[in-house]
């Protein structure tokens, strides 16, 4: 049964394989450097027109793709290699259904990088910091989003150029219902985030750089995220807040309109405090203060208790830094006035025994 065997057959003709391969490596050699000369040269014009343009968005953008081009450039340029070359093309074709889908996707990415780029450097030429606060959270959530969508799609991409997986998607499309349901339920709380994170960046509870308090901790909010938010308090702890947190329960923004807020220093004293000189006094050092900003100043009597008395003490800044510091000074001013100028105003703890006590006065009796 072995007699029509030619052993010579499995014989491999090194020669044929190695000339195979020197060709096939001069075809990929010619094809990159025409693909890097045509990238050069059509960069070069696009870089001329983007020169003329008083527009800064297609400067950011342009050096943003620069690269990822210069390579699709070039993958292109083996492509069409490939087809001229049956043994390129069968080593070329498996590794170009990855990254075909890789390289648009990186362009894509780069794209909505570069728009980013533009707008916040756009951003910079307006003085209202509360319109720059909307502004950035806005950029900052949706191009969260936009990147987010890009990267699912482009592994999805990839993953379906194996037939493998496309079987599997076949099945399940097949199965559609069923299959919604279950990734649904799976993606409940990335959805829930999704939705927070566009509401923020819609109706704008919060922006980036806004003063908030959230379970008593005043900080800054400084990164929107689809699922968290990051606020950083004035001793540089760093606080995590779900999104959602934000919608679904009530926090304090200090500066949702503007920076502009007006503090109290709360005294307590003593009873038989007379206010008017302290309020003269107060009202003086504040109205002649560099931090006050002319708004509202005012001297309350709030409380009054059988051993103390609340003296409100309001004032208003420009921003919530310069109120906190104006506040801070105020106290120390007030405190060092009525020490000087008015000690009996300060509380002091006091025990009366009317008629003395009985055996305290029989000892002093002779």
Known sequence: MFDDFDPTGWDIDWNLLVYDAAVSALVVLIAVVLSYTTYRLVFAVV????????NDVDDHIIDRVRGPIKWSFIAIGVTMAAQLDESLGLLWEPFAQFLRPALLGWIAYNVVRGLTAAMEARMEMHSDPVSIRSRRTRI????????FAIILITIGLMLFSIPEVQAIGTTMLASAGLA???IGAAAQPALKSLIAGLQVALTEPMRIGDLVKVDGDAGRVEEIHMSFVTVRTWDERVIIVPTSRFLDDSFENWSRLSERL????FLHLDPATTVAPIREEFERFVRDHELFDGRNIGA???EAYPESIELRLSMSAKTIGELWALRCETREHMVDWLRENMPDALIRHRLEVPGGHEKAGEAASP
């Open 47 to 54: 870089n001329r027109f983007t020169h003329m343009s008083e």
């Open 140 to 147: 900052a959530v949706f191009s969260r989003i936009a990147t």
């Open 180 to 182: 919604a349901l279950a």
């Open 262 to 265: 007006t503090g109290p220093v």
């Open 300 to 302: 309350l009597l709030t």
